[in-house]
């Protein structure tokens, strides 16, 4: 796997200016940025996610709790929600709430809370009190599709 060190060699600046010039934040000259793309693309370079959301505070990952997979409806919800959130950088984690009590205890009280996705979409959940309070308490954007 490419390194950082190795593109900022090869563009000849700093990896801090590599990292400005990849992330957009910061001021980096036209010609730098070029040379820093263009390096990156000839390395065949990808930006660390856990380096960048190290960085920036976000995982660029959202939740998503389905209540079924193998029906219809969640399987064409769940296609429009990847189709969109890959066009915009996002990863997906896949959060399926059965019945089970406890799994969807686990979910709440510990797949949730890891950190690991800046917000979480609930597709025709039917939730209950304690687990819409405990969805509240991750203080997180959350958007709700169809249910209850």
């Known amino acids: 796997m490419v390194s950082i060190d190795e593109v900022a ?3 000849g600046v700093s990896t801090a200016t590599v990292s400005r010039a990849l992330s957009g934040r ?3 000259s036209a010609g730098a940025k070029a040379k820093v793309e263009a390096a990156a693309k000839s390395l065949g370079y990808v930006v ?4 960048s959301s190290l960085a920036s505070g976000r995982m660029r990952n959202i939740g998503v709790l389905v209540p079924f997979l193998d029906r219809w409806f969640f ?3 769940l296609s429009g929600i990847a189709s969109a959130l890959m066009r915009r950088g996002y990863d997906i984690t896949l959060y399926s709430l059965t019945a089970d009590r406890a799994e969807r205890r686990d979910i709440f009280d510990t ?3 890891r950190q690991r996705v800046d917000g979480v979409i609930a597709i025709s959940l039917e939730l209950g009190e304690d687990e819409t309070e405990r969805l509240v308490a991750l203080d997180l954007p959350v958007i709700a599709i169809g249910g209850p």
């Open 9 to 11: 060699r090869q563009a």
């Open 48 to 51: 660390s996610a856990s380096a």
């Open 26 to 28: 910061g001021h980096v």
């Open 111 to 113: 797949f949730l809370r």
């Open 75 to 77: 399987s064409t919800v």
